[in-house]
């Protein structure tokens, strides 16, 4: 998947996988019609669709618009046929508790990387007032009324800190998040429930204040530019080498991570369209801790050990968010990176080139990452599973092709390169 001139050209980055399917949810707040604009064609944002569908809102879904028209009542069970195949669904309970007092939502499920438990989640609604219980695989919640209060999250949960500030827009009185997610997504969903009349402070901040009004209205909103979308572009950048802009990129929200290319190497800069950027020869290693944002994200460490296995040097990556997010390394080391793991820590030696070979993926961004190294692979890199990739990206494999990635997907499947 690597041809000596490297990358060249304009990528247009889409909308935020991980702000679109929250910002769905959100419209179930409000009776009448949501419009979103900027709207990715994934996988994700379909399955979103048919959950809130099969809740009795309308979605006409024309990526990049969608429309969504949402009853005075609607079914308030997400069943577990739609919620396992996508944790983002947990945050239904926020909207429907504030809204109807009620909810019925099957456990989620999602990537498999290791367990996420909700009772962050759960706990910090129940400060509210909500109560819960469990039983049949489902989560029964309900409440007379929620009621504002502080609420201090033991961990600065995306989910929990979005479920929070849904769930108060419509409590009565105010809500004051504590250790609250920073995250340019939840800016990003205040800013849509700001539209449809919700009062909300400082969200992008720790301390996210919600004083709770009667009713939400409709609202039209353009989704954020995707931050783990313009770091897999980047990441292949990285390995193949070249300039690509990314059009519509905010390096705002990925400081963090541009800071740590520019250390091994490789040149960044704000665009007028979003962001330049620009790799010319082999990178340098440098060490990774993943931490809550703006720290680097989680997701973007299968992209960057990747980028090491061909990197000059040896860098060290430190997981201190999740467990088990370390499967796709054995994918690695069949290519020859040189990779060895202990806890929750990597090692990587990098190697000039790694040698193309059959590989598996087991997520997205392990998908993502198998890619960004078979662009520094001699050889064909045939990558199975990689339908994985259709739940977070637009063709990605279509847009590396267009800037010059030696790629091809077969069929729905696979994709392989040299």
């Not at 009713?215 to 292949?236: F, K, N, P, Q, W």
């Not at 620009?278 to 992209?303: C, E, F, M, N, Q």
Request: charged share 20%.
């Amino acid at each position: 998947m690597r041809e000596s001139s490297g990358l060249s050209g304009r990528i247009q980055i889409a909308g935020a996988k991980n702000s679109v399917l929250k910002l769905m949810v959100a419209s179930l707040l409000a009776e009448g019609n949501h419009v979103l604009h900027n709207v990715p064609d994934i996988i994700d944002v379909r399955l979103m669709a048919d959950l809130l569908e099969e809740m009795g809102v309308t979605v006409d879904l024309a990526p990049p618009v969608c429309r969504l028209s949402v009853p005075s009542e609607v079914k308030l069970v997400a069943p577990y046929e739609l919620v396992e195949k996508m944790r983002a669904s947990i945050v239904v309970l926020g909207p429907l508790l504030a809204r109807y007092g009620e909810a019925r939502v099957a456990l989620p499920g999602g990537d498999d990387f290791g367990p996420r438990p909700i009772d962050m989640h759960l706990d910090a609604l129940a400060t509210l007032g909500a109560k819960f219980r469990t039983e049949h695989g489902y989560i029964e919640a309900s409440s007379d009324r929620l009621t504002g209060t502080d609420v201090l999250l033991e961990y600065p949960s995306v989910g929990a800190t979005e479920n929070v500030m849904m769930a108060a827009t419509l409590a009565d009185g105010l809500t004051v998040i504590e250790n609250a997610a920073r995250e340019p997504e939840i800016a990003d969903l205040a800013q849509f429930l700001g539209r449809m009349g919700a009062n909300i402070r400082g969200a992008g901040t720790s301390t996210i204040a919600v004083e709770g009004v009667d009713g939400l209205e409709a609202a039209e909103h353009t989704v954020i530019s995707d931050r783990l979308e313009t770091a897999t572009y980047l990441a292949c950048l990285g390995v193949a080498g070249g300039e690509l802009t990314l059009v519509g990129a905010r390096p705002g929200n990925m400081e963090m991570l541009l800071q740590k290319l520019a250390t091994m190497g490789m040149q960044v800069s704000p665009d007028g369209d979003g962001l330049w950027a620009a790799a010319h020869g082999r990178l340098g290693s440098v060490d990774v801790s993943t931490l809550p944002y703006p720290g680097i994200a989680t997701d973007y460490k299968p992209l960057i050990v990747a980028m090491l296995s061909v990197a000059d040097g040896v860098g060290i990556v430190t997981e201190n968010l999740y467990g088990g997010r370390f499967r796709y390394v054995d994918e690695l080391r069949r290519m020859g990176a040189d990779i060895r793991t202990e806890g929750h820590h990597a090692v990587v030696r990098g190697k000039a080139r790694l040698s193309g070979a059959p590989v598996k993926a087991h997520d997205i961004r392990a998908a993502a990452a198998l890619i960004v190294a078979g662009l520094g692979a001699e050889g064909e890199t045939t990558i199975s599973d990689v339908g994985h990739l259709d739940r977070g990206y637009e063709d990605l494999v279509g847009r590396l092709a267009s800037v010059g990635a030696n790629i091809e997907r077969i069929g729905s499947g696979d994709a392989k390169g040299s």
